[in-house]
């Protein structure tokens, strides 16, 4: 792959949302949250059971040749909200946050190419989310209450909404990122780097995802990327039971149903091998802070990425921006204070409907 072009008066801002390993010295709820659960859903509450039960319509929306996974809820013709998960996640990171909002909006939540049930791509491009999220937008009836819609996106998926917000402002009347951040600082980004290289359990182009045999025995190695506990462990093994899909064992084998199938992650293992940069990095060089629409960032309070901007990880985030944070959590906000999070995005909604600012 090119080297980034580096932008011009401004600083080198790269944005890295990979999984890196660990060092096998993470405690036992941080390595393998679910492992306790020995293939069993953990005890949820009544609010998270009712969420669910709130199935959305599952569609595929074609946009760039390829078939992308979209989930909808609400009725066509109110205002329309689109959600956006993170790396090497899938729509349905969304599921238990977005039917808190069906009454009032029309909602979709996607997953982006090369993850979830979304076609993978031979190449992967910051440039083509905009084009993605406005298919989908346009399929899912998100403009058809009369205002544009509002993108709302975590982790690598609000990299993709800050980005689409600077080149495509006309497309979206505000944007929302939860624990949004760009890449740790230069010396972080080697050490992890060098750490993925030496570390034998992270996909590459010559390692691909592992087939399991059962499913408890995959649900055993999910684990959360950066590390940290499962918030709420329902919440994790939701998201676990649906970053899976059925592959054929290898060589041949049968597993215990004798079917002869197991277990595998859904997304694409080689998507930072194919990822493009060039167009982000372009991007921020000719548009510095260039964000015209509302936009303001929502983050954990023990998020790795406030620890990175402490240590002086560079910011593309326009000057004075809105920063809200949401106390007693981690990265994954959304498993860690789901209703704090469910809450703040009300408001923030409310707000901008109130006094006409989006």
């Known amino acids: ?77 109110k205002p329309g909200l689109l959600f956006v998960h993170g790396n090497s996640a899938h729509a349905d990171w969304w599921s238990f946050i977005a039917p808190f909002f069906a009454e009032d909006y029309r909602v979709a939540s996607m997953s982006l190419a090369g993850m979830g049930a979304s076609d993978w791509r031979d190449r992967y491009a910051f440039t083509d989310f905009s084009e993605d999220a406005e298919a989908v937008s346009r399929a899912a009836g998100l403009y058809e209450g009369g205002v544009k819609p509002i993108y709302i996106g975590h982790s690598f998926g609000g990299g993709q909404v800050f980005f689409a917000a600077a080149n495509t402002p006309e497309r979206m009347r505000a944007a929302i990122l939860v624990d949004t951040g760009f890449g740790p600082p230069p010396e972080e980004l080697a050490r992890r780097m060098a750490q993925m290289e030496a570390v034998r359990n992270i996909p590459t182009m010559d390692r691909p995802s592992r087939i399991y045999a059962t499913l408890p025995e995959a649900l055993n190695r999910f684990r959360l990327m950066p590390p940290q ?67 303001v960032h929502i983050y954990g309070g023990k998020s790795r990425i406030v620890e990175h901007r402490k240590q002086g990880a560079a910011s593309p985030f326009p000057p004075g921006m809105i920063e809200i944070e949401i106390p007693d959590s981690h990265h994954h906000v959304m498993i860690d204070q789901p209703l704090a999070l469910v809450a703040t995005l009300r408001a923030l909604l409310a707000g901008w409907s109130a006094d006409g600012a989006a």
């Open 229 to 295: 506990p499962a918030g709420n462990p329902f919440i994790a093994d939701f998201i676990a039971r649906r970053s899976l899909k059925k592959a054929p064992l290898p060589n041949g084998d049968k597993g215990p149903d004798g079917s002869g199938e197991g277990w595998t992650w859904r997304f694409d293992p080689n998507m930072w091998a194919k990822l493009d940069r060039g167009g982000m990095m372009q991007q921020q060089a000719q548009t510095p802070h260039g964000v015209r629409v509302p936009i």
């Open 1 to 77: 792959m090119a080297e980034d072009p580096k932008p011009a008066k401004s600083p080198e801002v790269s944005y890295d949302d990979r999984p890196f390993p660990s060092t096998g010295d993470l405690p036992p709820e941080v390595q393998a949250p679910l492992a306790e659960y020995r293939g069993e859903p953990p005890p949820a509450p009544l609010w998270f059971k009712e969420a669910i039960a709130q199935e959305p319509e599952r569609i595929f929306v074609e946009s760039l040749g390829s078939k992308l996974e979209v989930l909808t809820w609400g009725e066509v013709g």
